[in-house]
């Protein structure tokens, strides 16, 4: 089992810069596959970003391609998620999301919001 928790959310402006982090325990965390989610209010979760095993592989959904990117620091057990030049459309809850073994392990959730 992996076990997330998010940290890093808040409250910016627009054009400001946030970053995300998302500690993993439990099993070994340079062989699962990590990505953010996010859900804005009354809307479905979306995919943000994710990154492979090694953290050379890495893809992003266009709505924040050039803004936002996605790290993994294996030895700390911790994926980044760095966001810059906010927008009040990123303003959403951000989940941290593990794949591994064909089972799919979810963060709490840490909130996001911008303002105009």
């Known amino acids: 089992q992996v076990q997330l928790v998010e940290s890093g959310g808040g409250l910016v402006q627009a054009g400001g810069s946030l970053r995300l982090s998302c500690a993993a325990s439990g099993r070994t965390f340079s062989g699962v596959v990590m990505a953010w989610f996010r859900q804005a209010p009354g809307k479905e979760r979306e995919f943000v970003a994710g990154i492979s095993r090694s953290g050379l592989s890495r893809g992003y959904a266009d709505s924040v391609k050039g803004r936002f990117a996605i790290s993994r620091d294996n030895a700390k057990n911790t994926v980044y998620l760095q966001m810059n030049s906010l927008k009040p459309e990123d303003t959403a809850v951000y989940y941290c999301?593990?794949?591994?073994?064909?089972?799919?392990?979810w963060g709490q959730g840490t909130s996001v919001t911008v303002s105009s």
């Open positions: 999301n593990g794949w591994l073994g064909g089972h799919d392990y």
